[in-house]
C-alpha cells in the first residue's frame, strides 16, 4: 500500500453550453425601455423593481451592457427633448415653474432608473470607463433642456429679472430661484457660473455704478454709507438665501468696487458731510460705517481715511499749540489737549474698533505738535501743579489715577523730557514747602508713573525731597527739645533744611528779615551746624511762608497766613502808616518781579486787601504809595493771602532755565559719547551722532550740532582722538 503513488483529483466546471436566444436581448430591453417610459409617465408603482433589476442584471451578465446603455441613451434624450419642449412652450412667470417641477420629476425618475440598472452601474460602466446612469441623466438634462436654443437665454434673462426686480424693492419667489440655482449648481460649477454668475456679476456691477453715481449727486456722505451698507447687506442676504456660497465674496467685491472704492477720495473729502465734519461733530455712528466699509477695500481703503484723519489733527494741534490767546493759560492749554486726546481716543474706540495703525496715527500726530510748542513741558507741569494743589480736592483715588495717567500720557508725547523734570521739581519744591498739596499719595503716585517711565535717575532727586521733608521734621523737634527754654517768647519758627542736589537750584534773593525774626533764625543756624559738621546753611526766603496776628481799625482781630516776602512788606507798617513803593524795596530789599507779586496780592485783590495802594489799580507801579487797610474785615479768624502767582515763566526766566538745561544736558551727552566709545572702540562721526541720540532720546533730543561740540571737548581732554587719516574717525583713548 505504501508503495502506492497518490492521485491529486481536480473538480471541473459542469461542460454545458447554454443556449441564449437569440432574440432576448431584444426582448429584454423592451421590457426595460417599457419600465423607463412608465416611470417618466409617474406610472411606476405597477411595476416590479426586482423583476426589472433581474432583466437588467442578465443583460449585463450575456454581454449585452452596450445595447442596454445605448438604448437608456436614446429613452431618455428622446423623452427630454418631449420636456423641452413643454417648457419652452410655458409662458411669463410660469416658465420656471415649469422647468422646476419638470426637474424634480426627472429627479426622481432617474433615482429608479439608477436603482433598475444599478448592476450596470457598478460593473459595465465601470469597466468601460463610461459615465454613470445618473451623471448621465444630470449631463443630458443640461445639454437637451437647459441648453436648448430657445431656453438657454430665457433662463438667464428671467433669473437675472427676478434679482434686478428684487434690488427694486419687488417680492420675488425665493424658494423658486433657490430650487433653479440649485438646479444649475447640481448640474456642475461651471453650468452655474458660465450660464448665471458670470452674468450675474456683469449686470450687477453696471446696476450698482449706475445707482452709486446717482446716490454721489444727490446724497450727503452719511447717507451714502447708509444705502452703501444696505445694498451690501442685501447682497450678503441674497447669497444666503438662494445663491451659491461661493458668489459671495464675488457679488460683495462688485459692490465694494462700484459703490466704496470708485468714489473713496470724494466721500472722504466731501463738503459738509465728509471725513474732517464727521470727526468734529463726533459722528461715531457714520465714521464707524465709514470704517467698516473702506475697510473692504484691499488696496488702501483706510489709508486714505487714516492720512486725512492724521492731516486734520495735526493742523488742529497745531493752531492750538501755536495760537497766542491759548498760551495765556497754561491750565487751559494743557487741559484742550486733554480733551482733544480723549475726543480722539473715543472716536478710535466706538467708531475704528480700536484699530492700532489709527492709535499710532494718532500718538504720532500729538508728538508732532506737542513738540512745535518749547513750552510743552513747562505747561504740563503747571497743569500738574494746578491739579495737585487744588484741582483734586475732594476727588476719588481713582479719578486722580486717571487725571495722572493723562498727564502721562502727554509726558510721554514730549521730546525733552528734562525740561519737564526741571520744571516739575520747582514746582513740587514750592507745594512741598507751602503745604499746599491736596494728597501725598497721588505726588507719590505720579513720582512712581515716571520712575517706571524713565528710571531711576529722573525721579532719584523727586524721591530726596519727600526725604528731606521727614528729615526736617526730627531736626525741627531736636532743636525745640534742645532749645525750648531759650526761645522765650521770640516768635515760632519751623525750618525746612533742603539738600542742595536734590532742591530745584533757587538764586539766593537777598530779603532782610524783621529783626525778631532774625534772632532766632541765627539761633537755629547755630543749633544745626553744631549738630551737623561740614555744613552751610543758606537761607531761602523766597520759599517760605509765615503766620502774621493783626489788629485793624475797629480792633478786629486776625491772623494772616503769608509769604515770607509778604510778612516781610506788612512789619514794616508797625512803624509807619504809609510807605511808597521806593521805601518798601529799600527797605526790605526783595527782587522787584517778586516785591510787585507781593505787593499785588495785598493790595489789588477783589476782596480781604490789607493794604491799600494810591492810586487805586491792578498793576504796581513804582510810583505807587501804600498803607494799612482799616476797613479790612472777614468772616474768618484765620486768613489766607494768596500769592499772585507766576503762571508761567516770563520771557527772560524761561530763557534762564533753558540755559540751566541746555548746561545740564552737557554732562549726559558726554557721558554717552564716552560710554559708545568706550565699547565701540573707533567710529565715525555720523555713527556716534546716531548713536548718542538713540541712547538719550528717552530724555530729549539732542541736537547734533550740540553733540559735535561735546565731541571736541572730550578731544581737547584727551578721552578721545581723531584718525590721523581720516578726520570722521575718532578712536577712545583708555
Given at each position: ?81 418631449d420636456i423641452s419642449k413643454s417648457i419652452e412652450a410655458a409662458q411669463g412667470e410660469l416658465f420656471l415653474e415649469e422647468l422646476n417641477r419638470k426637474w424634480l420629476d426627472h429627479n426622481k425618475a432617474l433615482q429608479m432608473i439608477r436603482d433598475i440598472l444599478m448592476y450596470m452601474d457598478r460593473t459595465f460602466i465601470p469597466s468601460t470607463q463610461k459615465t454613470p446612469v ?601
Amino acid at each position: 500500500m505504501s508503495g502506492q503513488k497518490k492521485k491529486n483529483f481536480q473538480i471541473e466546471a459542469f461542460k454545458h453550453r447554454v443556449m441564449v436566444d437569440p432574440k432576448y436581448a431584444e426582448k429584454t430591453w423592451k421590457i426595460l425601455e417599457h419600465a423607463i417610459q412608465e416611470i417618466y409617465n409617474h406610472n411606476a408603482s405597477g411595476l416590479s423593481f426586482e423583476e426589472l433589476y433581474r432583466n437588467a442584471y442578465n443583460m449585463v451578465l450575456h454581454k449585452f451592457g452596450e445595447k442596454l446603455y445605448s438604448g437608456l441613451v436614446t429613452t431618455m434624450t428622446s423623452h427630454l427633448s418631449d420636456i423641452s419642449k413643454s417648457i419652452e412652450a410655458a409662458q411669463g412667470e410660469l416658465f420656471l415653474e415649469e422647468l422646476n417641477r419638470k426637474w424634480l420629476d426627472h429627479n426622481k425618475a432617474l433615482q429608479m432608473i439608477r436603482d433598475i440598472l444599478m448592476y450596470m452601474d457598478r460593473t459595465f460602466i465601470p469597466s468601460t470607463q463610461k459615465t454613470p446612469v445618473h451623471e448621465l441623466g444630470l449631463n443630458l438634462w443640461r445639454d437637451v433642456v437647459i441648453h436648448s436654443s430657445k431656453t438657454q437665454i430665457r433662463l438667464q434673462d428671467t433669473l437675472l429679472e427676478l434679482v434686478h426686480r428684487e434690488r427694486n424693492g419687488e417680492v420675488i419667489n425665493r424658494g423658486l430661484m433657490r430650487s433653479i440655482i440649485k438646479m444649475l449648481m447640481d448640474l456642475g460649477s461651471s453650468v452655474y457660473q458660465d450660464d448665471f454668475e458670470q452674468h450675474f456679476l456683469e449686470v450687477s456691477a453696471n446696476f450698482y455704478g449706475l445707482e452709486s453715481q446717482q446716490y454721489i449727486e444727490s446724497c450727503d456722505c452719511g447717507d451714502y454709507l447708509k444705502k452703501a451698507e444696505r445694498r451690501l447687506n442685501e447682497e450678503m442676504e441674497r447669497v444666503s438665501h438662494y445663491l451659491d456660497a461661493r458668489s459671495l465674496e464675488k457679488i460683495t467685491n462688485v459692490v465694494e468696487k462700484e459703490m466704496i472704492e470708485n468714489h473713496m477720495h470724494r466721500l472722504v473729502h466731501m463738503e459738509n458731510s465728509g471725513l474732517v465734519n464727521m470727526l468734529v461733530n463726533d459722528k461715531y455712528d457714520d465714521l464707524g460705517r465709514k470704517y467698516n466699509l473702506f475697510r473692504r477695500v484691499a488696496n488702501g481703503g483706510l489709508l486714505i481715511v487714516r492720512d486725512v484723519m492724521t492731516s486734520y489733527i495735526r493742523d488742529t494741534g497745531k493752531q492750538l499749540v501755536t495760537d497766542p490767546e491759548r498760551l495765556k493759560d497754561p491750565v487751559d492749554f494743557v487741559q484742550r489737549l486733554l480733551d482733544l486726546k480723549d475726543k480722539y481716543d473715543k472716536i478710535i474706540s466706538l467708531a475704528f474698533n480700536n484699530d492700532k495703525t489709527f492709535q499710532n496715527a494718532l500718538n504720532s500726530s500729538f508728538e508732532y505738535f506737542i513738540n512745535l510748542n518749547a513750552r510743552s513741558p513747562e505747561f504740563i507741569s503747571l497743569f500738574v501743579d494746578d491739579k495737585l494743589r487744588k484741582g483734586l480736592k475732594g476727588v476719588s483715588e481713582e479719578d486722580v489715577e486717571v487725571v495722572l495717567d493723562k498727564v502721562m500720557m502727554l509726558f510721554r508725547y514730549l521730546q525733552e523730557k528734562d525740561v519737564f523734570e526741571k520744571y516739575y521739581k520747582q514746582h513740587l519744591a514750592k507745594r512741598l514747602l507751602a503745604g499746599k498739596t491736596v494728597s501725598d499719595d497721588a505726588e507719590r503716585s505720579l513720582i512712581v508713573k515716571l520712575k517706571t517711565e524713565c528710571g531711576y535717575q529722573f525721579t532719584s532727586k523727586l524721591e530726596g525731597m519727600f526725604t528731606d521733608m521727614k528729615t526736617s521734621q526730627d531736626t525741627m523737634q531736636g532743636f525745640h527739645e534742645s532749645l525750648g527754654a531759650e526761645l522765650g517768647d521770640s516768635p515760632s519758627l519751623t525750618v525746612q533744611v533742603l539738600t542742595t542736589g536734590s532742591w530745584p537750584t533757587q538764586p539766593s534773593a537777598t530779603c532782610n528779615l524783621p529783626a525778631e525774626i532774625l534772632g532766632v533764625c541765627e539761633k537755629f543756624r547755630s543749633y544745626y551746624l553744631g549738630t551737623h559738621t561740614g555744613r552751610r546753611l543758606s537761607w531761602q526766603t523766597n520759599m517760605g511762608t509765615a503766620d502774621l496776628k493783626a489788629i485793624f481799625g475797629k480792633g478786629q482781630k486776625h491772623e494772616l497766613n503769608v509769604s515770607t516776602y509778604q510778612m516781610c512788606v506788612l512789619m514794616l507798617f508797625n512803624n509807619a502808616g504809609r510807605l511808597s513803593y521806593k521805601e518798601i524795596e529799600q527797605a526790605t530789599e526783595i527782587p522787584a518781579s517778586d516785591l510787585k507779586r507781593c505787593l499785588q496780592s495785598l493790595a489789588c485783590a477783589r476782596v480781604k486787601s490789607v493794604l491799600r495802594k494810591e492810586p487805586i489799580g491792578r498793576d504796581i507801579a513804582e510810583d505807587d504809595a501804600f498803607s494799612v487797610n482799616d476797613k479790612f474785615s472777614s468772616k474768618l479768624y484765620k486768613v489766607r493771602i494768596s500769592t499772585v502767582a507766576a503762571q508761567r515763566e516770563s520771557e527772560p526766566e524761561n530763557q534762564e532755565t533753558r540755559q540751566r538745561v541746555e548746561e545740564d544736558r552737557k554732562p549726559q551727552i558726554e557721558a554717552a559719547i564716552v560710554r559708545i566709545m568706550k565699547s565701540r572702540r573707533v567710529l565715525d562721526h555720523n555713527n556716534i551722532v546716531a548713536e548718542v541720540i538713540k541712547q538719550l532720546q528717552s530724555r530729549f533730543l539732542p541736537n547734533p550740532v550740540v553733540i559735535k561740540k561735546r565731541i571736541e571737548s572730550l578731544i581737547e581732554r584727551e578721552f578721545l582722538e581723531r584718525d590721523k587719516n581720516d578726520r570722521k574717525l575718532y578712536r577712545y583713548l583708555a
